[in-house]
């Protein structure tokens, strides 16, 4: 019987270390490639067609929102699940909005990655309790609703792309690079930005890449943990 294949997107090695031993522990799974930031993850998923993703929601180049848009859009038949170590209704609001079905915490991981996996392999979703029973049907029944605030931010895909690679320090040439642009054409997306959100310098930008998780100021990894569990993400 064929393997469920699975791909790891986390830009710390340890804990793709770490959820690399839950996951092939399982019997019938295996991690068939890893990846370390956003964009490679999207080329991995493109390239081996797993039936999951798992995927760190703040990562280098492309962050885990903005590739799962883009590996959802290759792949529709791909389910996400998302790891973070925050967790608010406004996180749970953008994954779903991105397309994901799950959402763990990596404090809970070595308790909940297999079975949120088993769940999306139902179709169905996951939600780690630490997000609250609460938050979550206040957020589909927005969705039910018609009330969720998608389509508010005035900045398309590709500008988003750009932003979190200036929030992270690229120079407009290291960015036209990364997306395959002309300088050129990088700095009128930068001049677009700057003109669409009313700021005037790169600090203020990334206040609104922070602010919009574009990007996340994660805290540091304690030295010398095992894996993705409470002491070690």
Same mark, same amino acid.
């Given at each position: 019987?064929?393997?469920t ?11 793709r ?5 839950? $996951? %092939?522990?399982?019997? /019938?799974?295996?991690?068939? =490639?890893?990846?370390s930031? @956003?964009? !490679? ?5 493109q390239?081996?067609r ?24 290759n792949?529709?038949e ?26 763990v915490?990596k ?8 079975r ?9 979703t ?9 938050? $979550? %049907?206040?957020?589909? /029944?927005?969705?039910?609703? =018609?009330?969720?605030?998608? @389509?508010? !931010? ?22 036209a ?11 009128t ?22 602010k ?22």
């Amino acid at each position: 019987m064929d393997k469920t294949r699975i791909v790891i997107a986390d830009d710390h090695e340890v804990v793709r270390k770490g959820l690399r031993a839950i $996951l %092939e522990a399982h019997p /019938g799974w295996e991690v068939c =490639g890893e990846a370390s930031d @956003g964009r !490679s993850a999207v080329e991995k998923a493109q390239e081996l067609r797993p039936a999951v993703v798992v995927i760190d929601i703040g990562m280098p180049q492309l962050n885990g929102l903005e590739a799962t848009r883009q590996i959802l859009k290759n792949q529709p038949e791909t389910r996400v699940l998302v790891l973070s170590v925050y967790e608010s209704e406004q996180l749970v609001e953008e994954v779903l909005d991105a397309g994901a079905r799950g959402y763990v915490l990596k404090s809970d991981a070595s308790r909940d990655l297999v079975r949120a996996i088993e769940e999306l392999l139902r179709n169905h979703t996951f939600f780690t309790s630490r997000v609250g029973q609460l938050v $979550l %049907e206040t957020v589909l /029944g927005k969705r039910a609703h =018609g009330k969720m605030k998608g @389509g508010s !931010s005035p900045l398309t895909p590709r500008e988003r792309e750009v932003v979190q690679l200036l929030a992270e320090g690229k120079s407009s040439k290291e960015v036209a690079v990364a997306l395959n642009l002309s300088v050129k054409t990088a700095e009128t997306h930068r001049a677009n930005i700057m003109r669409k959100l009313d700021v005037h310098s790169i600090s203020e930008l990334v206040l609104y890449a922070v602010k919009n998780n574009i990007v996340q100021i994660e805290p540091p990894l304690p030295s010398g943990g095992p894996g993705p569990g409470p002491e070690s993400a």
